[in-house]
């Protein structure tokens, strides 16, 4: 499945990726998604990254007013059943604060799922699992 990232969901997906909890095999996997799709030093740059260590954790920061050309990825169907359950399994999104970036990945990756039909924003609805 090719997707099309730009920096703010590279930089979040990138995250969201590293919190994952699994064993070595598939950390190894997650490694390989984050080594594509992170920031090389020129686009960190551009967009004024930093990394900053909060409570013994490193955080990244970036100016929101730069951004550098969003980019195509191509993953296997593995890799996008990894990045599917990081994204449903992270519960400490913002409604406001991630729909920007997270809005249009989820759109993409789920579309497919949904018949192929264009997504409302307000089509995706996660449900709790039982």
Do not use: C
């Not at 449903?88 to 913002?94: K, L, R, T």
């Amino acid at each position: 499945m090719k997707l099309t990232l730009d920096h703010t969901q590279r930089l979040n997906l990138h995250a969201l990726l590293g919190a994952q909890r699994a064993d070595v095999g598939s950390i190894r996997a997650i490694w390989n998604i984050q080594d594509r799709i992170a920031l090389d030093a020129e686009e960190e740059k551009a967009v004024e990254l930093r990394r900053e260590i909060v409570a013994g954790q490193e955080r990244v920061v970036w100016n929101p007013a730069l951004s550098v050309p969003a980019k195509d990825y191509e993953f296997t169907e593995p890799e996008i059943a990894r990045v599917k359950a990081a994204l449903e399994a992270w519960e400490s999104y913002g409604a406001n604060t991630d729909r920007r970036w997270l809005e249009p990945l989820l759109r993409s990756i789920f579309s497919t799922e949904l018949g192929d039909r264009q997504l409302a924003s307000s089509e995706y609805v996660r449900t709790p699992s039982a």
